[in-house]
């Protein structure tokens, strides 16, 4: 049983408020042009936030306390071909401070796998945990997290696949309607819903790319907010 043994200093909790009371909803400004909606960059959150901490006095501190590198084997399902992914199991900690106190917890921290796909994945996943961290710290309203804005694919092919949506043309409500587009719109939330797991989620993702992209704009915003919703609490859960 979790147990909450480590109060948070008053200082730290007066500071806390200060920045919630004058913080407010982070825009957003980045563009996924894979999946055709807007979220909320890193540096969209960074300088709301910043910007109301400094007014607080309050410092936010990030420690990398686990990296640990995996090698997954797998076949290619339209190849058959044997393929390798490396993928990085990272942990987070995190301290808040000001001139009069400071203080962290082990319980304090976010826990994230990560597709290894260059230098750029560390610097990602550093900023996706203080990300995530500054979100559930102050309550910020706000989109999508960074690592969904790009696309989330296996091989070469799956990547074009994903890459080619942003050019796809939308159909009208009354056309998706006519040719059964609803249908296909309810199977998609119901796989949504029933995603167990990141992976599963954004498999569902790629699997229905092409109607996720061609859907009526208000409907494509419906499956943006519950793949969004449905990601934070996947993560969260792992945390």
Same mark, same amino acid.
């Given at each position: 049983m979790m147990r909450f043994d480590n109060p948070i200093p008053g200082p730290i909790v007066k500071a806390i408020c200060h920045v919630k009371s004058n913080l407010g909803a982070v825009k957003k400004n980045g563009r996924n042009?894979?999946? &055709?909606?807007?979220?909320?960059?890193?540096?969209?959150? $960074? /300088?709301e936030c910043m910007r109301c901490m400094a007014a607080a006095g309050l410092v936010?501190?990030?420690s990398e306390l686990?990296?640990?590198?995996?090698?997954?084997?797998?076949t290619d399902t339209k190849t058959g071909q044997p393929k390798t992914q490396q993928w990085a199991h990272f942990e987070f900690g995190f301290m808040l401070a000001t001139p009069e106190a400071s203080w962290t917890d082990e319980h304090a921290k976010r826990t994230l796998y990560i597709?290894?796909? &260059?230098?750029?994945?560390f610097q990602a996943a550093q900023? $996706? /945990?203080?990300?995530?961290?500054l979100r559930s710290l102050f309550k910020i309203p706000t989109g999508d997290m960074d690592l969904d804005a790009y696309a989330?694919?296996?091989?070469?092919?799956?990547?074009?696949a994903l890459a080619s949506n942003g050019r796809t043309k939308r159909k009208s409500s009354a056309a998706a309607k006519r040719d059964g587009t609803n249908q296909k719109f309810n199977e998609i939330r119901k796989a949504i819903s029933e995603s167990i797991n990141p992976e599963m989620l954004q498999h569902v993702r790629k699997t229905y790319a092409d109607d996720w992209a061609e859907a009526p704009s208000r409907w494509a915003e419906l499956l943006d907010a519950d793949y969004d919703t449905k990601m934070d609490d996947l993560r969260g859960a792992m945390i």
């Open positions: 042009t894979h999946g &055709g909606y807007n979220f909320a960059s890193t540096d969209d959150i $960074y /300088a936010l501190l990030s686990h990296c640990e590198i995996k090698r997954l084997e797998t597709q290894v796909t &260059g230098p750029q994945t900023s $996706y /945990a203080e990300k995530a961290y989330q694919a296996d091989t070469e092919e799956d990547m074009m």
